[in-house]
């Protein structure tokens, strides 16, 4: 079959492609050398034999359909590309803005002795007090809603008059989003009659009902370390103990030697240049974390790890996925030339700012500075990228606003409709939780429980929903508010919240 | 109107498709009754027809096309039967391919522009020596100010791929570890030098085989120091 045999092949290069110099290749062909000694193997006929069986066995599902450009496979709906870009190109203008009016350089090789100086520092970045006032950061999240807000598909009707067409909350694309016996079907195991941590291990209940056969099963799944059977597990929580361990395994992360070194190699490169985008991480972790109660201890730390995540060129690989296109520059004096042409910052994302608190909570799990930056950089490239990025991904930013107005509209609609009446669209209050994934907001072991789902289901959507809940768990206090700000004073608290009690109510006890 | 040539080129090296075929695609025409400025409610339903050259009827294998909101799809198509020769008067429009789903959900973007390949195994009928095709589109939802199908190219019918069984001992990917049996002595000297030829040539492809990895430098030659970002 045409069809299947291109898209397979396809599949299969692109994959070898990935698979060149890693140590899983030369594992793969050493098996495949001690099997071609058996008799039953015919090796004129092997390849098709190999396609076959892949074919039939369903293994390999079919890739993007070849005659679609790469950006297609980027985002395949060209006016959220076209917004895309203009939100770049904004950012990438402020940038250049602030680097012409400080007149401080995007990049700078720092001289010996600033080198031997940090290096001394390295572990206690947080001490230093640079004059950062006349930084400022790249962009805010309210101005982040606001393009979404205007985001419009030119084919749709967006008529003046009130229709069925229109929306009425912010946001205004039509992308398909679950509904609530879609979403009781998606996360069934969050469901009243399976155990969860975060309910069925509280004191009240005895740990022989649920916990110490679920921590029994975690230690089984460690050690037969099995990173699918880890991710359905992580969907019932994950014991306290177990916890690092498990999202290494999910996330892929080992910490080979070869990462420590890699991890060393950013360190350095750190150490020799001082870029523009180092001095806005700096403001934004003084004015985030470290005046938050539970992370300021991790100041340290998270400077070690941002700075050395601006160095990683590895993580430019999530550009092909990713709606956004990496901004380049040219070397000083050659402008135009390819070969001199470098991405900046190295990594390519300029727009660090209202997530490096999520960061933070995964300090309270890895201790090592190598790990904690390999599990911070697998979860950016396979989750948190999507928060930041315009795209019709069911777990982008689009999406999940979308999700979240929705379920509020069709569950709560007094509640949206009062909210919407009094000038208070629910979004603007909950799109700073969704954006950070409830970093900063909720406690962090509640914060844990609610990232052990996001790696189980590998997929942002319990955001959404969290979100809805919050504001159903309220909704009595909220229908007495008269104005926006007092909406948000209202939800301005939400760290006593436990996570799962309000997850399980709102999808699976409440009467639709 | 000749259609481009398939951007098919990511360098794997697995066989090209086939050249599209020549043919002249229409623009869609809306069916609608009354009158299409004045009426207010949305057409429906269009239609594109696509002519083939009359010399030169077409085995059709594939028809690839990006969508633009298009919900459904139907596809007819005129054949010449040898029956048909010397006979003049209306071809018999044999219908192909019926209501296929492009947007599982009309009212939101889902499958709104991707791109689609429909092959002649799936279509109901037999679609050799194809003179002329018909796209039947169909959009129920009145959200969409516009429906249509872009790109759309017709191949022919290249080679055919033998259909094999695959061999048993593919159903059994976990083979047994069969410990080597060294109790009859020394093995045999041309098995080793054969097994060692084999080892020497797969270290050679591997030697060939760089590697794709990224060292992780961002500097070019050590230097990093570089002028405004550029907007393009």
Known sequence: MLEQDTGLSLAIAQIVQRLKGSSLHSQLERQARGSLHKPEIKLDSLKEDIKEFLKTSGLFPSPCHPAAPPEHMKEPLVYMRKAQGSWEKRILKSLNSMCTELSIPLARKRPIGEQKELLNKWNEMGTDEPDLSLF??????????????????????????PSFRNHLGLIQVPLKVKDIPELRDYFSELGLNTGQLGIDDSTQVPPELF??????????????????????????????ALRAELWALILNISNQPEDILYYEQLKSNVIQHDLLVDSLIYKDVKLTASNDDYYFVFEDYLYQVLLCFSRDTSVLEHFSYSSATPPKSYIRGKLGLEEYAVFYPPNALSQLNSFIISVAPLCFLYHEPSKLYQIFREMYVRFFFRLHSISSHPSGIVSLCLLFETLLQTHLPQLFYHLREIGA???????????????????????LLLWDRILGYNSLEILAVLAAAVFAFRAVNLMEVTSLAAAEAVLAD???????????????ATVT | MEPPAP?????????????????????????????????????????????LPPTQPLDLQEIVFKNSYTAFLTVRVQRRRPCDVGREGARKWVTCLWNHCLMPSPHTEAGSQD???????????????????????????????????????????GQQSLQTGF?????????????????????????????VQQLWVLTEMIRANQTAARIGRFDVDGCYDINLLSYT
């Open chain 2, 7 to 51: 951007s098919l080129g990511h360098g794997a090296g697995f066989p090209m498709a086939p050249d599209p075929a020549l043919c002249t695609v229409r623009s869609p025409v809306a069916l609608q009754v009354g009158d299409v400025k004045t009426d207010l409610a949305r057409p429906g339903v269009a239609v594109i027809d696509v002519a």
């Open chain 1, 494 to 508: 939400l760290s006593t919240l436990k996570v799962m009690p309000l997850l399980q109510i709102f999808l699976f």
């Open chain 1, 425 to 447: 669209q629910p979004l603007r209050i909950s799109f700073k939780w969704m954006v950070r994934a409830f970093s900063g907001y909720l406690a962090t072991d509640q914060l």
């Open chain 2, 115 to 157: 791109y689609f390949s429909v092959f002649r195994h799936q279509m109901l009928c037999d679609v050799d020596q194809v003179t002329a095709v018909r796209l039947i589109l169909r959009q129920p939802s009145p959200v969409w100010l516009h429906f249509t199908l872009e790109e759309l190219r017709l191949y022919p019918r």
């Open chain 2, 167 to 195: 061999p048993s001992w593919l159903s059994n990917l976990a083979p047994q570890q069969q410990p080597e049996n060294l109790h009859g002595g020394v093995p045999d000297p041309e098995k080793v030098s054969t097994e």
């Open chain 1, 211 to 240: 916990e110490n056969e679920h921590v029994r099963v975690g230690q089984t799944v460690l050690t037969e370390q099995d990173s699918a059977a880890a991710q359905q597990y992580v969907r019932q929580g994950c014991p306290t």
């Open chain 1, 136 to 161: 400022r950061p790249v962009y805010a999240p309210k101005d982040f809603l606001e393009v979404l807000m205007n985001l419009r598909n030119p084919n749709y009707e967006n008529g003046d008059q």
